[in-house]
Nanobody, 115 residues
Framework: QVQLVETGGGLVQPGGSLRLSCATS????????MGWYRQPPGKERELVAT???????NAADSVKGRFTISRDNTKNSVYLQMNSLKPEDTAVYYC?????????WGQGTQVTVSS
């Protein structure tokens, strides 16, 4: 069973920062594309950013320049550094591991941006 363990959500004021972490097994991390998705209240789940095993990154236009995805191969972990947070960033954030037809999700972590 693939496990993706997320940490780091919470409540933050507009303009603040948060860092999300997602840890998994070495066998998954070395092959899969790792990424972050989010689901705002009442909306569909959407891509935030991804990081392939070869080092290619991709990010949604709405977060470019504010969010940074990174990987630590020694810890089998992927991170999402979120800066300049806005109320519209409020969502449940999910870690994702994807490889061809294999697609796994973490349990989700709530991020709330509010004053």
């Amino acid at each position: 069973q693939v496990q993706l363990v997320e940490t780091g959500g919470g409540l933050v004021q507009p303009g603040g920062s948060l860092r999300l972490s997602c840890a998994t097994s070495a066998s998954i991390f070395s092959v899969y594309t790792m990424g972050w998705y989010r689901q705002p209240p009442g909306k569909e789940r959407e891509l935030v950013a991804t990081f392939t095993g070869s080092g290619t990154t991709n990010a949604a236009d709405s977060v470019k320049g504010r969010f940074t995805i990174s990987r630590d191969n020694t810890k089998n972990s992927v991170y999402l550094q979120m800066n300049s947070l806005k109320p519209e960033d409020t969502a449940v954030y999910y870690c994702n591991a994807r490889y061809y037809q294999y697609n796994y999700w973490g349990q989700g972590t709530q991020v709330t941006v509010s004053s």
